[in-house]
Nanobody, 123 residues
Framework: VQLQASGGGLVQAGGSRRLSCLVS????????MGWFRQATGKEREFVSI????????DYADSVKGRFTISRDNAMNTVYLQMNSLKPEDTSVYYC?????????????????WGHGTQVTVSS
């Protein structure tokens, strides 16, 4: 299983960035997908989740209204559109496959973590 996240980089506060994650090695269209992030010296935190059909979506309160998750099942790709970026959004962003459970904000309910892509927001 490979999860290749891309699209990170340096952006000014207030700017936008779109992350992509190409998934291979498993039936993508049957996987609930999501994004986590981890800032230096901090714990990994849930960002967003999207169900197989895209009908169910959730966001962390810290990104709600600014970030949008989407997926293209034909392209085996999940996206994270990030707008109105803030310095506190600076993190490594990870694309992840949801393994199931009772609390999708719990990182232990996720499997197949990618290597992540660094997003740095300058003030």
């Amino acid at each position: 299983v490979q999860l290749q996240a891309s699209g990170g980089g340096l952006v000014q506060a207030g700017g936008s960035r779109r992350l992509s994650c190409l998934v291979s090695g498993l039936p993508f269209r049957r996987q609930t997908m999501g994004w986590f992030r981890q800032a230096t010296g901090k714990e990994r935190e849930f960002v967003s989740i999207i169900s197989v059909s895209g009908a169910t979506i959730d966001y962390a309160d810290s990104v709600k209204g600014r970030f949008t998750i989407s997926r293209d099942n034909a392209m085996n790709t999940v996206y994270l559109q990030m707008n109105s970026l803030k310095p506190e959004d600076t993190s490594v962003y990870y694309c992840v496959v949801y393994a199931g459970g009772r609390d999708w904000r719990n990182e232990h309910e996720w499997s197949h973590w990618g290597h992540g892509t660094q997003v740095t927001v300058s003030s």
